[in-house]
């Protein structure tokens, strides 16, 4: 499928470039790489003349067109080009650089990933590696850039001979494309979401801790603690415990929560969340891609080579975009899990009660014996 061959092939790339291995490879470092593209040059190598031609045809009145008015537009678009190839470099590398991100989605289209290496000089991607770019004026006065190369090939299969052979696909881009793309509040290459960054900020604003335990960052202190009114109580206001075993024949008290009221506190935040990620589906794609599908750990995420942790249940920016409400039903119930999980379970799970005396440990055999005299006395079973 074209999005595993992505994830393979970005892999890859990331894995060659951030190697040393190069350094040792003797006909690599024996011989000089070319890396000269030669971008504006070729694209501007015989537009002196044209601009010459077209100048003096106005200035003779010896236009082709009525009132010159083909030939004032040509000028006025080699007059504006120099300036629209800076601007559209300028924003293409910032788009390419994308794929440096540590967080970045290689089910991205591995081209971008090739282009970067070669607009950016990396070992192995110069003209002497058999790459090579260009940068073309057309006639409609948009600008194109072609990236060609071995990363920029295709293996095909004869559905006849089932021979496989090479063709060439290069990456074209298109400055206009590229302009209404952006002023569309839409990326070429898109970037990964800080979805740990904004879980973070999250914390402190679902209203389950108290304010002076959020710090003038916004962020949770060291010893913050949700807030009693999603704990436990008894009847008689006295803190409902789960009693756990130590070991040795010794336990003591943690705090029960109330979940359910707990679900139905932080649901509105997640889903004003998860509303705004779904405002550009795909950063929504590349959240699920990088962190939210397989459900893992954020010290998963973090161990992993590279953010791929979607696996086979990876989306796909080409196929299922824009997404079907199923699976951005399928999105909030996951983030909701992922928050719950890697962030606000740290806060319900093994908590110390807040009475000193409620915090000792204490012999386990006696503890259920009193809690079950405790249960015969509340119901007048004794």
Do not use: H
């Not at 030669?38 to 044209?50: E, F, I, P, S, T």
């Not at 293409?92 to 089910?107: F, G, H, I, K, Q």
């Not at 206009?176 to 569309?184: A, K, N, P, R």
């Amino acid at each position: 499928m074209d999005n595993n061959k992505n994830l393979q092939n970005n892999l890859f790339l990331k894995q060659f470039n951030e190697s040393n291995a190069i350094a040792y490879n003797k006909n690599f470092v024996a011989n000089g790489s070319d890396y000269n593209f030669q971008l504006l040059d070729n694209a501007y190598r015989n537009v002196g003349k044209m601009y010459a031609k077209l100048k003096i045809a106005v200035e003779t009145n010896k236009c082709e067109s009525d009132y010159c008015s083909v030939e004032l537009a040509q000028i006025k678009q080699l007059e504006e080009a120099p300036q629209n190839s800076l601007d559209f470099l300028t924003s293409l590398m910032a788009e390419l650089s994308v794929t440096e991100e540590p967080n970045y989605d290689p089910n991205n289209n591995y081209s971008f990933t090739a282009a970067n290496s070669l607009m950016s000089g990396k070992p192995g991607f110069s003209k002497t590696d058999g790459y090579n770019a260009f940068l073309d004026l057309l006639p409609d006065g948009s600008q194109q850039i072609v990236f060609t190369g071995p990363a920029f090939k295709t293996i095909e299969q004869d559905p006849f001979t089932f021979e496989t052979f090479e063709i060439e696909n290069p990456l074209i881009i298109n400055n206009s494309s590229l302009i209404s793309l952006l002023e569309s509040n839409t990326s070429l290459v898109v970037s990964t979401p800080d979805i740990n960054a904004s879980m973070l900020k999250l914390l402190p604003e679902t209203g389950l801790f108290a304010q002076d335990q959020v710090n003038e960052k916004g962020e949770l202190g060291a010893s913050a603690r949700i807030t009693e009114e999603y704990i436990m109580m008894n009847a008689d206001g006295s803190f409902d415990y789960e009693i756990i075993d130590i070991g040795n024949g010794k336990g003591r008290n943690i705090l029960k929560f109330d979940i359910e009221k707990i679900d139905k506190k932080v649901a509105p935040f997640i889903n004003a969340e998860v509303a705004g990620l779904m405002s550009s589906e795909q950063d929504a794609v590349a959240a699920w891609n990088v962190y939210i599908a397989k459900g893992t750990s954020v010290e998963e995420d973090d161990q992993m080579v590279q953010d791929a942790n979607s696996g086979n249940e990876y989306w796909s920016y080409e196929s299922d975009l824009p997404l079907q409400q199923e699976n951005k039903v399928l999105f909030e119930k996951k983030y909701k899990e992922y928050f719950m999980q890697n962030y606000l379970k740290q806060f319900i799970s093994n908590q110390t009660p807040t009475v000193k005396e409620d915090a000792a440990v204490f012999d386990l055999a006696e503890a259920k014996k009193a809690k079950a005299q405790k249960f015969l006395d509340d119901n007048n079973l004794n």
